[in-house]
């Protein structure tokens, strides 16, 4: 993988993904937690607790090499984001809970992707050569590259709401075309190495985004969540924001080894979303009532 390159190009294109982010954020989504109290709870541990463990079970279990067994941890730890609320309404989730849902992990992951790496690190790689990990220093690093974007544009709608929702679509425009050229330029750089990063980890990532995606329906479910509220907890729970974990695995870690789980999960993770998104969408529909006729 091309890491001198992406080192350059990623962290001013996550920068851009994340401050569109922040302006679609508002004040009410971080207070809207107090009206689906349950859900967004349900959907938080999942997020947090469950998924880490299951990532973890699978890369005991399909016997990772260390590097690409911290990187599939950094990637369980890794937050949803704005494509987890397309795919919601695509599927006829509740976005609100999602965007509140986004919110929340937003501020979350800056101590829990270092906590989650941390502990991987330990776990499988420390005997690796080299200073990784995320320590304090690097720790500030994440918070800059991954907070600080957000509240910006935050800060930006709060004072310019016209101009927020001006750029709102031209900054999730720019920010898929940016994602898609550093990803097209590494492909292209690294061609003859594609299909063994396929080989290495496209089953273990492909059963962790099939789990998640499942975990993150049923789960709210079976403790009584709506079924819309439901998709929008799979969809945050089961698309993660890949361009976080790429990052810093690259710039941060500086290992682009580690990058690939997240590279490889981030072509994957579209069609089986939209298989999955189809499949419960249709379910939820049939579940509703049917209407009243006099």
């Known amino acids: 993988m091309n890491s001198s390159f992406l080192s350059t190009a990623l962290p001013p294109a996550l920068a851009v993904i994340m401050f569109g982010l922040g302006l679609s954020l ?38 990772l090499e260390p590097l690409l067994a911290v990187g599939m941890m950094l990637l369980a730890a890794s937050p949803g984001g704005a494509t987890a609320n397309l795919f919601s309404h695509l599927f006829r989730g509740d976005v609100a809970l999602n965007v509140t849902l986004t919110a929340v992990n937003s501020m979350l992951c800056v101590v829990t992707v270092p906590l989650v790496t941390n502990l991987a690190v330990h776990q499988f790689a420390e005997n690796e050569t080299g200073q990784l990990g995320l320590q304090f220093g690097k720790t500030v690093q994440v918070i800059a590259i991954v907070l ?42 690294d061609r003859a190495a594609i299909g063994g990063y396929f080989l290495d980890v496209g089953a273990i990532t492909m059963v962790f985004c099939v789990i998640s995606l499942t975990t993150g329906y049923l789960v709210p479910l079976a403790f009584g969540v709506s079924p819309p509220q439901a998709i929008a907890s799979s969809m945050e729970v089961g698309v993660h924001n890949s361009a976080i974990a790429i990052t810093l695995a690259i710039t941060v870690l500086d290992s682009a080894r580690i990058a690939v789980p997240a590279a490889v999960y981030a072509v994957l993770m579209t069609p089986l979303a939209t298989l999955f998104g189809a499949l419960v969408s249709r379910r939820a529909v049939h579940r509703e009532p049917a209407p009243v006729t006099a």
């Open 148 to 189: 600080i974007p957000v509240l910006i544009g935050m800060q930006v709608r709060r004072r310019a709401p016209g101009f927020a929702a001006r750029m709102d679509l031209p900054v999730r425009i720019a920010s898929v075309l940016i994602l898609a050229v550093i990803v097209a330029v590494t492909m292209i750089a």
């Open 26 to 63: 508002t004040g009410a989504d971080f207070t809207r937690v107090a009206r689906a109290p349950k859900a967004v709870a349900v959907a938080l541990v999942c997020q947090v607790i469950v998924l880490p463990a299951v990532a973890f079970g699978l890369v005991t279990l399909f016997d």
